[in-house]
DNA sequence: TAGATTGTTAATCGATTAACAATC
DNA sequence: TAGATTGTTAATCGATTAACAATC
């Protein structure tokens, strides 16, 4: 009877789960076991009822004058996410945007953690950044179906994007993060996060053109 | 009569606009003169109606049967972005991040020009990172004035993000890129742009575990 | 109790999409 | 001309916000 329905949680409350998902975890190492919407919306500057609304798609409810328990509430937005057991993935292009990333602190307090790292240049492979081993990408399909990895960053020059992405997918890589420019061509069913560091910096210098027009 | 009135843009118009500027960009290589917005829609998988939409608010309109004129198209989509002549930015934090996106390729394609690095570290300073000369903060101040920049990309541990912001703000600064995951406590004229990569990793993170569970 | 907070239901707001006349 | 494309006006969709009764 389609009981176990996947509730739909609206993508922008998605975007806002890391950002509660930090502040719980600080209250909670400060000692504290409760939170309330007014407090979380003041903290992060957002709206106590879209607090509330956000809260509500966890599943987990609060109590009047009081708040939300941390404990839970932490448990069921990492659930809600996927965080809740370390999400293993590779690297493909140990580039600079590639070794930034496979050092990323502020990953390894969330799901991700990075398994290995491929690259094609001879003069990377078997070498460590930050403390990942590179390995040649003949290695990767092996590599993926040993350690049942389903997740993918791609960080190589645009031009080869397509290709690498096409080995991950049959390899069995399920969700791509792809920080090329380069749009990705692949079967529905594949998971693609896009992030243009260009799509950022047009927000910024958008908003920053008016406000400077603005005084003129 | 408020004639030069600053049309309003929607957010997610202007995130589409690096987009358009590629594929614009590329065409007009390949000796295109023009392109209707149904070829443009096919490329980036959008609607021809959204580009439309979003073609409106450069304020070029288009011929029927034939599409948009790309010059005058991509000119207007620079303006509209403040790309039209390099926005020069100095960079602070000159870590793994700072230095991935200090010779990252794609920036110099838009406008964005990175024309110094700052860092505390005495090892850094008088280095030079992808070709930009890291200097000291404590040269900071002068050099934002000197070379008259607006913008800073700020790639410095959360703990000092607040401080070094303000510092970034008292010597002129008016825009911020935050990759910290610090939220800054600004004066309200400033514009703070976060790029906060756990985000995108929650969403592909969310996508991905809701299409596996699906499947179970 | 009094009063702050939750959670529901409805209203608002803004972006996307649809329909279609105008155009070349 | 015929037909593909533009651009306008209206409808739809989805997220945010408002109002307020219920709760402890």
Redesign the interface.
Known sequence: MGEHQ?QK?P?PS??R???YL?LLKAHLEEGEKWISSTEIAR???LKPIQVRKDMACTGIGGKPRIGFALEPLIFAIEQ????DNA?DAILVGA???G???T??H??DQ???KIAAVFDNSPEKIGTMI?GVRVFAMGEMPEMVSTLSV??AVLTVPAEHAQEVALSLVNAGI??I?NFS?Q?LNLPS?I?V?R????????????????????KT
């Open positions: 996947v949680v993508l998605i975007r789960y890391p950002l930090r903290v992060l500057n809600l996410l996927g965080w999400t580039g600079n945007l070794s930034a990333l050092g990323y502020g990953f969330y799901g991700l930050n389903r997740m399920l969700g993060w420019v749009a069913h998971i996060q992030t243009d560091l260009a799509v950022s910096f047009a927000e910024l210098s958008a908003r920053l053109i008016k406000e400077i027009r603005k």
